[in-house]
């Protein structure tokens, strides 16, 4: 069982925007930064946001990154096909002393 | 370019130690930390504990203290990361990761490509 909690799959027609949610406690979200990555099939994680909102080079601005309290969220719009992979939220968890991952999120575009 | 290259597959018996590696290219070894982080079978990602290339400087995920050990070889810019004591749960993909670039110290901007490990009577 995963510290940070996202819905396990999320989905969308081309063109649409859809919202992934994470959600933690004052450890992890709620006292620190969200990093999202982004895990297409049969490859690596690769790093999506960080710092909750900010995009990598090379990442397009149809990613977006948000926090409130103690959940996170994901925004992609203008959905493609190639959006199709697995999301994971991330943060250091300040009682663990150390990063904690959520379960993931599988995106489908239909 | 930047890049991160892992060892190859294993398949270990349950109780037996397994160490992948992970060498890095393209950057100052020592400016920057490397993490490891599985991932079970159809399972998410887990994050089991970084290292500081530049002081040795080490931080464990809580639940594998004392099994895992993560190391360096500067003069080769390899990262080493051994679990011990294998379980049939310590089946997995284990990637290397660098950490501390640009976009934070919690971050993890470059991935090696993944080892399976195989742990099975």
């Known amino acids: 069982q995963s510290v940070l909690t996202q819905p396990p799959s999320a989905s969308g027609t081309p063109g649409q925007r859809v919202t992934i949610s994470c959600s933690g406690s004052s450890s992890n979200i709620g006292s620190n930064t969200v990093n999202w990555y982004q895990q297409l099939p049969g490859a690596a994680p690769k790093l999506l946001i960080y710092n909750t909102n900010q995009r990598p080079s090379g990442v397009p601005d149809r990613f977006s990154g948000s926090k409130s309290g103690t959940s996170a969220s994901l925004a992609i719009s203008g959905l493609q096909s190639e959006d199709e992979a697995d999301y994971y939220c991330?943060?250091?968890?300040?009682?663990?002393?150390?990063?904690?991952f959520g379960g993931g999120t599988k995106l489908t575009v239909l | 370019q930047v890049q991160l290259v892992q060892s190859g597959a294993e398949v270990k018996k349950p109780g037996a130690s397994v160490k992948v590696s992970c060498k890095a290219s393209g950057y100052s070894f020592t400016n920057f930390g490397i993490s490891w982080v599985r991932q079970a079978p159809g399972q998410g990602l887990e994050w089991m504990g970084w290292l500081s290339a530049y002081n040795g400087h080490t931080n464990y995920a809580q639940k594998l203290q004392g099994r895992v050990i993560v190391t360096t070889d500067t003069s080769t810019s390899t990262a080493y990361m051994e679990l011990r004591s294998l379980r049939s749960d310590d089946t997995a993909v284990y990637y290397c990761a660098r950490k501390g670039g640009k976009y934070g110290s919690q971050t993890f901007d470059i991935w090696g490509q993944g080892t399976m490990v195989t742990v099975s009577s």
């Open positions: 991330a943060a250091w968890d300040d009682s663990l002393i150390g990063v904690v």
